[in-house]
């Protein structure tokens, strides 16, 4: 089965950098993707790692290690508005498709 | 463009009623698939549809079911609704890879 594990919870100050940790355990990995979700919204789309490295987009980078099952999400500059939960999600293909499993996200609090 | 389109967005229900969710994908994305979003277990995944078929499953019971149209578009029923159910029910399109998600349909069964 699959098995994702990120922090409940995480504090960080305005203007900081925060770095938010995903390890997984999967068969048929396919690709694995950060979301970020405000209270009463939908995720939206930060990022996609199928490669071992380093993605960067902005203020926001991502990391894969499929050797070791582990991605980060780096946030730089950090602003009141990233408070929201960051979701770490493995695509998998199995079954005859693809489907996203899902940590149980991040809630990253970011203060003055 | 437009985005995923579900409606609707709120929907109150009674145990043991049944419910039919609809979601627009993007337009020329042919998968669709359904996630379910609880306090307790996040996000998970209830099925995928690509051209009309069902090419993956979740572990839900058969109350869940779903369908997509030759136009991609899907629903999704929940038949003998318990309390359970209630929850945020999101459906993401898909084209080469990526997903987009719609705003959901928040589900409410009393």
Redesign the interface.
Known sequence: GQNIDQPTEMTATEGAIVQINCTYQTSGF??L?W?QQHAG?????LS?NVLDGLEEKGRFSSFLSRSKGYSYLLLKELQMKDSASY?C?V?DF????????????TQLKVEL | KAGVTQTPRYLIKTRGQQVTLSCSPISGHRSVSWYQQTPGQGLQFLFEYFSETQRNKGNFPGRFSGRQFSNSRSEMNVSTLELGDSALYLCASSLDGGYTFGSGTRLTVV
């Open positions: 396919n690709g993707f979301y919204e939908a995720p939206t789309f996609y979701l999600a695509r199995t079954g005859g498709g693809n489907k996203l499993t899902f940590g149980t996200g």
